[in-house]
């Protein structure tokens, strides 16, 4: 199987190349230059139209959207147990958690980080604080969650959502109120940063914040 992930360090690629290294997944690791704008380069928007990573070919086929990547990657090794089985409730929750990620924390950090995007450039400031909402009002639920539930989303059994939400909460530690604010945050977090694999993305990726 040949695998190439584009990424560009610290960002959403991140957590592919965490699972990658997690799983013992040989592959190529192909950096973009954000600030050459490379993920917009004709040759790059062939492979991702949308011009955002990651994208990961396997043998030449694109996939993208990292929850999405992060679910394929645990489906290919199921001995790792990173994807509970189909039709159980494990499974069930581990979507819930999953698409909680996708639908509801991604958005909000997109209008975090690219403010201008939904109203442009005038409505900046009002879009941002409405995502710092949206964003510490998704901690506030999954801090309560993992109180009564944890110690990771689905109880005793680390999955790839486990994976997705510590890339995500790393997103906020430049943040006014950064997720590892809440007890049980933190306490999951450490959890993940204590992985092997956690730390060799570091090194790979040249990440010294967050640690
Ligand atoms: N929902 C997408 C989000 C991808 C995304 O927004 N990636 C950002 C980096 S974190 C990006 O490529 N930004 C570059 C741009 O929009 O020009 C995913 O999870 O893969």
């Known amino acids: 199987m040949s695998v190439v992930l584009y990424g560009s360090p610290s960002t ?52 993208t959207e990292s929850a999405a990547i992060a679910m394929h990657l645990a489906d290919l090794h199921p001995g790792a147990k990173l994807a509970p089985d189909v039709g159980t409730p494990a499974r069930a ?13 991604m958005p909000a950090y997109r209008s975090w980080f690219y403010a201008d995007e939904p109203a442009g450039e005038a409505n900046s400031a009002v879009v941002k604080e409405r995502a710092r909402q949206q964003i510490e009002a998704a901690w506030l639920q999954v801090a309560g969650h993992l109180e009564g539930h944890g110690p990771y ?24 109120r950064p997720s590892d604010r809440w007890p049980a945050l933190a306490a999951f977090a450490r959890r993940m940063k204590d992985r092997p694999s956690f730390v060799e993305v570091y090194r790979r990726e040249g990440l010294t914040d967050w640690t």
């Open 12 to 63: 959403a690629s991140l957590v592919v190349h965490w699972l990658l290294i997690e799983l013992g997944i040989a592959h190529e690791l192909r950096q973009l230059d954000f600030d050459k704008r490379e993920q917009k380069s004709p040759e790059y928007l062939a492979i991702n139209p949308q011009g955002r990573v990651p994208a990961l070919l396997i043998d030449g086929k694109v996939l």
């Open 93 to 105: 929750a581990y979507y819930r958690w999953m698409f909680f990620c996708a639908y509801t924390l």
């Open 153 to 176: 989303l689905l109880g005793a059994q680390v999955s790839a959502a486990d994976f997705v939400l510590t890339m995500l909460m790393r997103w906020s530690r430049n943040m006014p």
